[in-house]
């Protein structure tokens, strides 16, 4: 896609990620508060190597894509991994290889970090995201538990 560019996160594209992010959010239903907004934000900016990152798509100059991802530690392996948390694009721009340009960046900054593993979770019903990550990734047997919230 000719007029695609995807570029870390800056500090004047809160307002752009936020929105990104909330539609994120409520796609799976869920919403958080603004002091999630703000230390988020923060620490995706820090640079800090055991910190958050966050690509932004932008297609001409119109935000319409975020990836959150973070390395970290493995006890199977010797190298870092790479945690895909958050991918998100805007639906009208679904379907025309934003979610994969941002995927395959995802993967070339955990190659440039020597992580020979990006992983994802994502919920049953995303069926449009499973699409994509069926043609660009490899679906595991893991299931996944949460400790219970009293």
């Known amino acids: 896609m000719p ?5 870390p ?5 809160e307002a752009d990620w936020r929105r990104l992010w909330t539609l994120y959010l409520e796609f799976y239903e869920t919403s958080v508060p603004e002091t999630v907004f703000q230390a988020t934000f923060a620490r995706l900016l820090s640079g800090a190597p055991d910190e958050y ?5 932008l297609r001409g ?5 975020i990836a959150h991802f973070l390395f970290h530690r493995h006890c199977w392996r010797v190298e870092n991994v790479c945690y895909l948390q958050d991918l998100y694009v805007d639906a009208e ?4 290889g934003i979610g994969r340009a941002l995927i395959e960046a995802v993967y070339a900054a955990a190659d440039a970090e020597g992580c020979p593993l990006v992983y ?4 049953h019903f995303n069926a449009a995201g499973r699409r994509l990550y069926d043609r ?3 679906l595991t047997p893991f299931i996944k538990y949460n400790r219970p919230l009293a």
């Open 3 to 7: 007029d695609l560019a995807i570029r």
């Open 9 to 13: 996160l800056e500090a004047d594209d």
């Open 53 to 57: 990152r966050c690509l932004i798509a």
């Open 61 to 65: 100059q119109r935000p319409v894509g």
């Open 93 to 96: 721009d679904r379907g025309t």
């Open 120 to 123: 994802w979770l994502t919920q």
């Open 136 to 138: 660009i990734g490899e």
